[in-house]
């Protein structure tokens, strides 16, 4: 579905914001006193001064202007990209509230009433199993929830809270480093797509701003402040997720933390976020008894579990599975029972959607 048409105001204010020297804040500046960019060309400097003395320069250099954007206009209705301005009525409020809002939000898919429910889940992009693991079975049970989950489409843990989300008919929300035209990582193109018909992803950058080091701090302040919390699934002791845990806390949003092996390098920070006061969880019932406002009618009722009948021999087999991959020599083992036995029951397990196999002829449970 293609997205409305930008408004003249819109269009005015992206063609000022892509002129040089504005920056975010003198733009936000204009954008809330002003209210109305073409108030810039109707009044006199003088008139325009009053308001805000110290911009008599910057309204000269738009005065003198006359920046021709056809083709970045050409470029957003090819991506099909909405843009909001802090003024606009479907700018999330909660990015309003924040201490520094961007002034315009590249949008592509959309936001909805029922994100006001939102909980970030952030960690490494050197993810290990387990880190992925725990991303995808948080991110299922709070979207059984009714919970939108936020986070920025780096590897790791981000692709996979995304992806689970996804597959578990959740909302989900990205904020991207970069232009919103821009892919990265180049991998997760399939997953943008995806992530557009199933919420949005959201851009504070022009288009064409490429994924450079410096972007990623500055929007991480965007993936705590669109929640009401975040969580933390693994975490160097240099993360760059310490720069979202930073902000979370000079927003007052709540922070939650996954401990891991103390002899794992991508544990070693979400561990001493626990020593500093995260709160550690184990469940999604650790996350919202922090919020005592929300009442249960807000949540969703858990979706139901289908039961799944299984043979002797396959409960035998799921019996031994751990959750941590195992190898099918140590399931033979282990049960004692012929390979070609035990490779047909674990192919029907995964039928069944119970196992999942892994690289290796490694085996685990599969998250429900």
Known sequence: MKTPELDERTIEWIKISLLEG????????????????????EKDIKELTTLLPKFEKIFKQIKNTNKDITDYKKRLQDYD????????QNYPNVLREIGNPPP???????F?????????????????????????????????????????MARGIDTAAHQATIEGGGRTIAFLGSGIDVVYPKENKPLLQRIIKNGAVVSEFPLGTEPVAINFP????????MSLGIVVIEATLKSGTFTTVKWALEQGKEIFAVPGDILSRTSMGTNKLIQRGAKLIVDTEDIIEEFPFLKRKDFAAPLPTEEVELTAGEKRVYETLRENPILIDDIIEKIKLPSSKVSSVLLSLEIKGLVQQLPGKRFTKREI
């Open 22 to 41: 504005i920056g975010e804040k003198r733009l936000k500046t204009l954008i809330l006193t002003l209210k109305d960019p073409f108030a810039i060309y």
């Open 112 to 152: 909805k009433k029922e994100d006001r429910l939102a909980i970030s889940i952030v960690g490494s992009r050197t993810a290990s199993y387990y880190g992925k693991k725990i991303a995808r079975k948080f991110s299922r049970s709070l979207v059984n929830m009714g919970f939108t989950i936020v986070s920025g």
């Open 218 to 225: 500055q929007r991480n302040r965007l993936i705590s402040g």
């Open 104 to 110: 315009i939000l590249y949008l592509r898919g959309s």
């Open 81 to 88: 990209v909405d843009v909001l301005t802090i003024l606009d």
